[in-house]
């Protein structure tokens, strides 16, 4: 079955400290995976793109890994600002019937002074 | 903002009301997509246009009916719901569904609640 699993659920971090969110996915066959932000009362907005040969992608303080072999990805996140606070939300593309997404859970972060 | 707006951005209806939800894109974009998303649950994917044309629909109750008038205009009709059809209601929209590497652009999505 085709699942996307995000760790932790939620996180509390101090202004300017650093954090690393967890996604583990069985998707197959893998296509790609996306991490999105949604900040509260919005819609998600893509923040990195990476497909089965690239293992890291950067967008300014946030840093995603891949590492296909074990299924796994990362969203770092470096010197945080109140403005991080959100949900951010692993999704995982399969190449099936065209292109097919499967969503993790989110974790939600929140960022205090 | 991402190109993509919806209106209303709330909505309160009873059981019995009929009630329509308005998603534009101002990207070109010809895949249009909605979702629902529900507290601490993943988005789930309801309908898929591409190029017009309805190619997904993801075992969605016959009381959410959905129409694609154009590419830039996607609307969900909504009547007789439930309770447990409260949740926000995200629309998106792509380059192309088939793309390997579409990314999609969501609006701000609409928060409705049946009463």
């Known amino acids: 079955k085709n699942q996307v699993e995000q760790s932790p659920q939620s996180l509390i971090i101090l202004e300017g400290k650093n954090c690393t969110l967890q996604c583990n996915y069985t998707v197959s066959p893998f296509s790609n995976l996306r991490w999105y932000k949604q900040d509260t009362g919005r819609g998600p907005v893509s923040l990195t793109i990476m497909t089965f040969s690239e293992n890291t992608k950067s967008n300014g303080r946030y840093t995603a890994t891949l590492d296909a072999d074990t299924k796994q990805s990362s969203l770092h996140i470096t010197a945080s600002q109140l403005s991080d606070s959100a949900s951010y939300i692993c999704v995982v593309s399969a190449r099936i019937a065209g292109n097919q997404f499967y969503f993790g859970t989110g974790t939600s972060l929140t960022v205090i002074p | 903002e991402t190109g993509v707006t919806q209106t209303p951005r709330h909505l309160v209806m009873g059981m019995t009301n009929k009630k329509s939800l308005k998603c534009e894109q101002h990207l070109g974009h010809n895949a249009m997509y909605w979702y629902k998303q529900s507290a601490k649950k993943p988005l789930e994917l309801m309908f898929v246009?591409?190029?017009?044309?309805?190619?997904e629909n993801n075992s969605v109750p016959s009381r959410f009916s959905p129409e694609c008038p154009n590419s830039s205009h996607l609307f969900l009709h909504l009547h007789t719901l439930q309770p447990e059809d409260s949740a926000l209601y995200l629309c998106?929209?792509?380059?192309?569904?088939?793309?390997?590497?579409?990314?999609?652009?969501f609006g701000p999505g609409t928060r409705l609640t049946v009463l």
């Open positions: 998106a929209s792509s380059q192309e569904r088939s793309m390997n590497t579409d990314t999609q652009y």
């Open positions: 246009y591409n190029f017009k044309e309805q190619t």
